[in-house]
């Protein structure tokens, strides 16, 4: 199958996304763009009479633990290794309006 794309309607695409390609990489990009033109087009003469739409490959399972209450560290242990705390939490400096 010959390339779907030409050098110059890569060259076009790239100066509407404002990308700036040297002569090397238009050339690879059309080249590369063009075989996953060309396996799209593979894609769509598969035969799905019959298939099944799905959104996910795999069925979906809930991976994450039970949530179960068990013992966790010490807080006032914790936030004496802290570099500052306040009024039971850590103190962070600010990163937005103005400082303390």
Avoid: Y
Wanted: aromatic residues 4%.
């Amino acid at each position: 199958m010959t390339n779907p794309l030409t050098r110059d309607e890569v060259a076009h695409v790239a100066h509407l996304a404002r990308l700036h390609l040297s002569e090397d990489e238009l050339e690879r990009f059309t080249a590369q763009l063009g075989q996953v033109l060309e396996h799209a087009a593979d894609m769509n003469e598969l035969d799905l009479e019959g298939v099944v739409p799905t959104a996910h490959p795999f069925g979906l399972i809930n991976i994450v633990r039970a949530d179960e209450v068990r013992d966790s560290l010490d807080r006032d242990e914790v936030l004496a290794m802290a570099p500052d705390a306040e009024d039971g939490r850590f103190a962070v400096p600010r990163i937005m309006g103005e400082a303390p």
